[in-house]
């Protein structure tokens, strides 16, 4: 919780420091002839928003079915651009007025001349930059919102057990109900999973932001494990202990049909070569010695002929699953880095594995994009489910 306090007060220092220095950017570049009042009004315009911002988040469960929630969510997915073309542009111009002095120091311009190209050459820059930001921000906030897919991955193995031969999977991670994703949005989840008609379903974790919305979200898994033949397993990701995780893992038991994996395991095939799936719970603890622990607890009573579908949240965990040689682990955690570019997750996650597949000695990880989000921003990295199918490998 103490680490989740420090994040949110260097995120709003971070903030109101770039809201500023934006501002102080353009009061530079355009020189009001009094400063005062467009302070003010600026000031007035960036409270008005948050204002506003902060109203949709305390409201939204209120808000949703009313006629202009819509507008709402546009206004919330904008508001996001906002705030990221912010982060984006002042580090920009930054670079770009280093970049400007040293090509002047090495022309050696006059100073007088120089003065005057400065000034035009930081007015485009200033308005340019911002408004592409803009721009790209807003594209990429409201294509992420918008698009989902769906990924089809099949995976071979020579000891596949013969149950497992065609066996359908369908992995959800990372659906964050919540600020940005709805129960309309979770609806066109799990109907989109049932479309593919898997014999089973997992989640894997961070299944929900906004508790309020919690009777609704186990309503729909309700009537969806339902129609799932080999029902759906379920594992805690660092958003549940977030919020309310006794609470989320009660309701989750008593009124769906979900099994909750919480470093435990379940036997799904018997047979002379059984079927495992085993989960941990990512409670936001990283070290070694604790992965090692909880990963111990969730496999313990397998039989080493076994075949596991280990199921982990976070993707850091697969490296204990290479050293026990569990041949697949599904993770989530990373929604696949959100920002991909030439094919290569930019964004910083601390972990070797952010999205797709990567194989090492027996074991094979598939890190999903997640289904949803907390950040709607998202460049060439859609929100997926993923299909996971068995086939023999010999
Ligand atoms: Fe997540």
Redesign the pocket.
């Known amino acids: 919780m103490q680490q989740q306090l420090i994040i949110k007060i260097v995120f709003i220092a971070t903030l109101v420091i770039a809201v500023f220095a934006f501002w102080a950017l353009m009061t530079y570049l355009w020189k009001p002839k009094k400063r005062w009042p467009s302070w003010v009004a600026y000031l007035i315009l960036i409270a008005a928003w948050f204002g506003a911002i902060r109203y949709y988040f305390l409201n939204q469960v209120e808000l949703f079915g009313t006629p202009h929630y819509m507008w709402f969510n546009l206004f919330r997915t904008e508001s996001y651009a906002f705030i990221s073309a912010i982060f984006l542009s002042v580090p920009v111009c930054i670079v770009l007025a280093i970049l400007y002095a040293l090509v002047n120091r090495i022309s050696n311009k006059v100073p007088e001349a120089d003065r005057t190209g400065r000034r035009a050459f930081f007015r485009t820059v200033g308005t340019v930059v911002p408004l592409a930001a803009l721009g790209g921000t807003s594209y990429a906030a409201f294509t992420g919102q918008r698009d989902i897919i769906v990924t089809h991955e099949s995976f071979g193995y020579t000891n596949l057990p013969e149950g497992l031969k065609n066996y359908k999977i369908v992995q959800l991670?990372?659906i964050?109900v919540g600020a940005c994703i709805d129960l309309n949005d979770l609806d066109e989840i799990l109907r989109l999973a049932l479309l593919e008609k898997p014999n089973r379903v997992v989640i894997t974790?961070?299944l929900i932001d906004k508790m309020s919305w919690l009777p609704e979200t186990c309503e729909r898994l309700r009537t969806f494990a339902k129609q799932i033949p080999d029902g759906v397993d379920y594992i805690l990701?660092?958003?549940e202990f977030h919020h309310d995780v006794h609470r989320i893992v009660k309701d989750i038991k008593a009124k769906t049909p979900i099994n909750v994996l919480i470093n435990s395991n379940i036997q799904i095939m018997g047979g002379k070569q059984p079927v495992y799936i085993a989960g941990v719970s990512y409670d936001n603890e990283r070290k070694k010695e604790n992965r090692e622990t909880m990963i111990t607890k969730a496999l313990s009573g397998i039989p080493k002929h076994a075949f596991v579908i280990f199921l982990a949240h976070h993707p850091e965990f697969f490296s204990e699953a290479i050293e026990r040689n569990v041949p697949l682990t599904l993770s989530?955690?990373t929604?696949g880095g959100q920002i991909v570019l030439f094919g290569i997750p930019i964004t910083p996650t601390g972990v070797p594995y952010v999205k797709g597949r990567y194989t090492e000695k027996n074991s094979v990880c598939y890190v999903n994009n997640?289904a949803g989000?907390?950040f709607p921003i998202r460049v060439n990295c859609p929100r997926e489910i993923t299909v996971i199918t068995f086939f023999d490998g010999k």
């Open positions: 991670s990372d964050h974790g961070d990701g660092n958003h989530g955690h929604h997640g989000h907390w």
